[in-house]
């Protein structure tokens, strides 16, 4: 069982930065995949990106390539969302989730969740 708490969220001007973490609860935190998405109301939840159990690999959506940056600290038990040159349509809630030892490149099959954090961009 893996508890994730999502914190950092916020309002910001567009072209301004941001930082999420996302705190887990659990010994074993290094065997498991982590990823971020978001949602805004009336659309599905999106795939934002994703890091590997030792932060090797990452993947991103091609809508936040180049100005999000994931990473994860295995001894805080802690993933990162570095947010820049952010944009009014990044405005949603954004989900910390994990999954055990799968692909980052796979967007499916998170198991656990946290409650969501939510980003406002204004311009």
């Known amino acids: 069982q893996v508890q994730l708490v999502e914190s950092g969220g916020g309002l910001v001007q567009a072209g301004g930065s941001l930082r999420l973490s996302c705190a887990a609860s659990?010994?074993?935190?290094?065997?498991?995949?982590m990823g971020w998405f978001r949602q805004t109301p009336g659309k599905g939840r999106e795939f934002v990106t994703a890091?590997?159990?030792?932060?090797?690999?990452?993947y991103y959506a091609d809508s936040v390539k180049g100005r999000f940056t994931i990473s994860r600290d295995n001894a805080k038990n802690t993933v990162y969302l570095q947010m820049s040159n952010l944009k009014p349509e990044d405005t949603a809630v954004y989900y910390c989730a994990a999954k055990w030892m799968d692909s980052v490149a796979s967007t499916t099959g998170y198991r656990y969740w946290g409650q969501g954090t939510q980003v406002t961009v204004f311009s």
């Open positions: 890091i590997s159990g030792s932060g090797a690999s990452t």
């Open positions: 659990g010994r074993t935190f290094s065997t498991y995949t």
